[in-house]
């Protein structure tokens, strides 16, 4: 397993990175994206430690611990379902809530 050291100190918070990966990939797949990404944390991630992130040039899954996210706001509203859509090559995130 390759492991990848993300600060998220240094990336800007945004809310257009989802409606970014539904013009990328159409609605139905961006919400099966994000359903895979909500599965894979129920099947391998941990509540509390780990949050899954979902790349948003190609649609890639992984898990990352949550501590990856030193804005302490961020970690006290990290709730339940919520993935985090990211795009390194801009340094943006968002993190999006299942509806």
Do not use: C
């Amino acid at each position: 397993m390759k492991s990848i050291k993300l600060e998220f100190s240094k990336y800007a918070s945004v809310d257009f990175l989802w409606s970014e990966l539904i013009e990328h990939f159409g609605f139905e797949r961006a919400k099966k994206i994000v359903s895979q990404a909500i599965d894979l944390q129920k099947m391998n991630g941990n509540n509390n430690v780990t949050i899954p992130i979902i790349f948003s040039g190609t649609g890639g899954l992984a898990l990352i611990p949550i501590q990856s996210l030193k804005k302490e706001t961020l970690k006290s509203n990290l709730k339940e379902n919520q993935v985090l859509i990211f795009n390194p090559k801009k340094k943006l995130f968002q993190i999006l809530n299942e509806a």
